[in-house]
Structure formats: structure tokens, C-alpha cells
């Protein structure tokens, strides 16, 4: 979805291709040496990022809370949105994910 933020609209483009600026993307593209994320957890990767990093811990709990009156929360339904639901409910997910993005502040 093209909404919001075009930097954040690339950062959702890369998680998708594999080529973000999380740790595990860099270690992968051979750019640093390890894939470990700042919070020392072992590997800093989407599904870290989104489900369990603590240094995003109440950006996490706000995206839980905007996302499970739509749907449940998953990492697949945050990345390409679902089928089962509209256009407008995908939409809004999406921007629920841009907002947890743009809080984070990990990619700004």
C-alpha cells in the first residue's frame, strides 16, 4: 500500500525484499559483521523487530491494541495485509504499521 510516509513506505518495501537496515538484513548483504540487535538479543530480524525487541515494547502494545479489533496479530498480516479483509481495514493496518514504524524510530 502506498499511504503515509514515502521513507516509511520503503522501509516496508525492503522488510518485504529482504534488504532493510535490521541487522540481519546488513549481515546478509555482507554490509556488517554480525546480525545481533542493539537490545543484545542474537539476531535483529522483521519477526524480532515486530513481535518481541523490547526497546519497542510500548510502540508494540499500541500496534496490538489498533490491529486485534481487525484481525489477529502477525507478522505476514503486517507485511502484505489479508485477504479476508477490505481494502479499508488493510488500509488501516497499514497505517497502524507505519505509526509503529515511525515510533520505533529505528529507521529514521
Same mark, same amino acid.
Given at each position: 500500500?502506498?499511504?503515509?510516509?514515502?521513507?516509511?513506505?520503503?522501509?516496508?518495501?525492503? +522488510?518485504? /525484499?529482504? =534488504?532493510?537496515?535490521?541487522?540481519?538484513?546488513?549481515? @546478509? #548483504?555482507?554490509?556488517?559483521?554480525? $546480525?545481533? *540487535? !542493539?537490545?543484545?538479543?542474537?539476531?535483529?530480524?522483521?519477526?524480532? +523487530?515486530? /513481535?518481541? =525487541?523490547?526497546?519497542?515494547?510500548?510502540?508494540?502494545? @499500541? #500496534?496490538?491494541?489498533?490491529?486485534? $479489533?481487525? *484481525? !489477529?496479530?502477525?507478522?505476514?498480516?503486517?507485511?502484505?495485509?489479508?485477504?479476508?479483509?477490505?481494502?479499508?481495514?488493510?488500509?488501516?493496518?497499514?497505517?497502524?504499521?507505519?505509526?509503529?514504524?515511525?515510533?520505533?524510530?529505528?529507521?529514521?
Amino acid at each position: 500500500y502506498n499511504i503515509g510516509e514515502r521513507k516509511i513506505n520503503i522501509v516496508c518495501a525492503q +522488510f518485504r /525484499m529482504g =534488504c532493510s537496515n535490521l541487522n540481519s538484513h546488513l549481515f @546478509n #548483504l555482507h554490509v556488517i559483521d554480525e $546480525p545481533k *540487535c !542493539s537490545c543484545s538479543y542474537i539476531l535483529e530480524n522483521i519477526a524480532h +523487530f515486530f /513481535m518481541d =525487541c523490547k526497546l519497542y515494547h510500548n510502540q508494540r502494545l @499500541n #500496534l496490538i491494541a489498533n490491529i486485534i $479489533p481487525f *484481525c !489477529s496479530f502477525e507478522l505476514n498480516v503486517l507485511l502484505y495485509g489479508s485477504k479476508v479483509l477490505s481494502l479499508t481495514d488493510n488500509l488501516q493496518i497499514f497505517s497502524f504499521v507505519h505509526e509503529f514504524i515511525k515510533e520505533s524510530g529505528r529507521f529514521i
